[in-house]
């Protein structure tokens, strides 16, 4: 985490004022300035009464608006970070960006107004340069050869989010979820860069590395519990070579790993149409015995007959009826629909997105079996996950009802 010793914020608004020093002082910063004008902003800093590491400065001000502020800041030679707000939409902040780079300064980043707390800590929370890797659509751009040198350099890495048992909320596996360690960058979240991979062709190196790596992974989990089943989603352009199955295969024999730890999630969407080929993938992974569930329920054309072209073991209800089934009448009535479907089957159901103490009852009274979600835990490394399996394995359960 990022650790600001002295903060300021410049906003002509006192009210943002306040709630940016309320959430600076939950982080614990020693020392939080407001200013609700830049020129006393820029008086502050010429001062030098203070060295400021971070300021947060809105891009409209009355008197000297942010694009101007910054380059005052450049003038005295500000060398901390900076970040912008602005209650305009559009691509004013990018634009902010482009100048701060110019004036060398370190942005690292911007908000839209009203500040929200998770856009704060997305932003506070880890020291990187957003902007740079993001273009104004929130798409990640960077060139093929960068993509191809963090493969080779092997900086992918397999995040584990607990599955739960509804019942009593014991840990029954995990979901294995990637995140990129860029190391002059952070951790970056794989919506971010797995449709790059997938366009740009990079999925199945990526995918047999990180599967590789869960592979050793498992062996600091499975001494602590043999028991647990690790799923592993596996992109729709993969599922369709027949050389899948056995290229899984190979790599778990030679790390020792039976089918009956991992299992494997396909989304709703790549199995509308089954190829032959795909059938064929499929079949085989069933015959090697490992489970395979459909990802993100309900978010696709869903029709029974998916259901009934092949013996799928488990139903992912997607996050976006589970996190709104306490308030949302239709996200309800589908997961109500589901539930009916995947009894017909046999299957068996998990909730993903399960974020409070309500809807966790409700999923309970409805009968899901499983759940994941930030209610239980968050998708960690691995090295937290064998603490949240030995803390659990201590208690029995951590947030047994
Ligand atoms: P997904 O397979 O649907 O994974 C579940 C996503 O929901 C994860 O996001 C997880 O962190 C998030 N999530 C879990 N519980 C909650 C909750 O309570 N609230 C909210 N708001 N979100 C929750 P993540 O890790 O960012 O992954 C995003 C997507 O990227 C995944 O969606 C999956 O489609 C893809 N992905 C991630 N790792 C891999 C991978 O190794 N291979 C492939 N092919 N795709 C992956
Ligand atoms: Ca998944
Ligand atoms: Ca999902």
């Given at each position: 985490?990022?650790?600001?010793?002295?903060?300021?914020?410049?906003?002509?608004?006192?009210?943002?004022?306040?709630?940016?020093?309320?959430y600076f002082a939950g982080l614990k910063v020693k020392s939080i300035h407001g200013a609700e004008d830049s020129t006393v902003a820029l008086d502050m800093l010429s001062k030098k009464s203070t060295d400021f590491d971070l300021i947060v400065s809105d891009i409209q001000m009355p008197n000297m608006d942010g694009i101007e502020f910054m380059r005052h800041l450049k003038e005295l030679g500000y060398s901390g970070k900076l970040a912008i707000i602005s209650g305009i939409k559009g691509n004013l902040i990018d634009h902010a960006a482009r100048l701060a780079k110019l004036h060398n300064l370190q942005l690292i980043g911007g908000i839209n107004k009203p500040?929200?707390?998770?856009?704060?800590?997305?932003?506070?929370?880890?020291?990187?340069?957003?902007?740079?890797?993001?273009?104004?659509?929130?798409?990640?751009?960077?060139?093929?050869?960068?993509?191809?040198?963090?493969?080779?350099?092997?900086?992918?890495?397999?995040?584990?989010?607990?599955?739960?048992?509804?019942?009593?909320?014991?840990?029954?596996?995990?979901?294995?979820?990637?995140?990129?360690?860029?190391?002059?960058?952070?951790?970056?979240?794989?919506?971010?860069?797995?449709?790059?991979?997938?366009?740009?062709?990079?999925?199945?190196?990526?995918?047999?590395?990180?599967?590789?790596?869960?592979?050793?992974?498992?062996?600091?989990?499975?001494?602590?519990?043999?028991?647990?089943?690790?799923?592993?989603n596996l992109p729709p352009t993969m599922?369709?070579?027949?050389?899948?199955p056995a290229q899984l295969m190979a790599r778990m024999k030679s790390a020792n790993v039976t089918s009956k730890s991992i299992s494997f999630e396909i989304t709703e969407n790549s199995i509308l149409n089954l190829e032959p080929a795909t059938l064929e993938v499929l079949s085989r992974l069933r015959i090697y015995d490992f489970d395979i569930a459909i990802d993100d329920f309900g978010t696709g054309s869903s029709n029974i007959n998916i259901l009934k072209d092949f013996p799928y073991s488990e139903l992912k209800l997607d996050k976006s009826y589970v996190s709104t089934i306490a308030t949302d009448n239709f996200s309800k009535e589908v997961v109500v629909a589901a539930i009916k479907l995947a009894r017909q089957q046999g299957m068996c159901l998990v909730a993903e997105g399960v974020e409070d103490r309500q809807t966790w009852d409700i999923i309970r009274e409805m009968g899901i079996e499983y759940a994941q979600g930030y209610y239980f835990a968050k998708p960690m490394d691995a090295s937290s996950f064998c603490e949240y399996i030995t803390s659990q394995k201590d208690d029995q359960g951590a947030n047994a009802a």
């Amino acid at each position: 985490m990022q650790n600001y010793n002295s903060v300021l914020i410049v906003d002509d608004d006192p009210v943002q004022i306040a709630v940016l020093t309320a959430y600076f002082a939950g982080l614990k910063v020693k020392s939080i300035h407001g200013a609700e004008d830049s020129t006393v902003a820029l008086d502050m800093l010429s001062k030098k009464s203070t060295d400021f590491d971070l300021i947060v400065s809105d891009i409209q001000m009355p008197n000297m608006d942010g694009i101007e502020f910054m380059r005052h800041l450049k003038e005295l030679g500000y060398s901390g970070k900076l970040a912008i707000i602005s209650g305009i939409k559009g691509n004013l902040i990018d634009h902010a960006a482009r100048l701060a780079k110019l004036h060398n300064l370190q942005l690292i980043g911007g908000i839209n107004k009203p500040l929200k707390k998770n856009a704060l800590d997305a932003l506070f929370l880890s020291n990187q340069p957003k902007t740079a890797l993001v273009n104004n659509a929130g798409e990640y751009k960077c060139t093929n050869a960068d993509f191809a040198k963090a493969l080779k350099n092997r900086e992918f890495k397999p995040y584990y989010q607990p599955k739960v048992d509804v019942q009593n909320g014991r840990i029954i596996g995990a979901e294995v979820l990637v995140r990129w360690i860029k190391p002059d960058y952070g951790t970056i979240a794989p919506n971010l860069f797995i449709p790059f991979a997938e366009k740009k062709g990079f999925m199945e190196e990526l995918t047999f590395l990180v599967f590789e790596k869960v592979l050793s992974d498992l062996s600091r989990f499975l001494p602590l519990r043999s028991d647990l089943i690790f799923a592993f989603n596996l992109p729709p352009t993969m599922i369709n070579k027949t050389a899948l199955p056995a290229q899984l295969m190979a790599r778990m024999k030679s790390a020792n790993v039976t089918s009956k730890s991992i299992s494997f999630e396909i989304t709703e969407n790549s199995i509308l149409n089954l190829e032959p080929a795909t059938l064929e993938v499929l079949s085989r992974l069933r015959i090697y015995d490992f489970d395979i569930a459909i990802d993100d329920f309900g978010t696709g054309s869903s029709n029974i007959n998916i259901l009934k072209d092949f013996p799928y073991s488990e139903l992912k209800l997607d996050k976006s009826y589970v996190s709104t089934i306490a308030t949302d009448n239709f996200s309800k009535e589908v997961v109500v629909a589901a539930i009916k479907l995947a009894r017909q089957q046999g299957m068996c159901l998990v909730a993903e997105g399960v974020e409070d103490r309500q809807t966790w009852d409700i999923i309970r009274e409805m009968g899901i079996e499983y759940a994941q979600g930030y209610y239980f835990a968050k998708p960690m490394d691995a090295s937290s996950f064998c603490e949240y399996i030995t803390s659990q394995k201590d208690d029995q359960g951590a947030n047994a009802a």
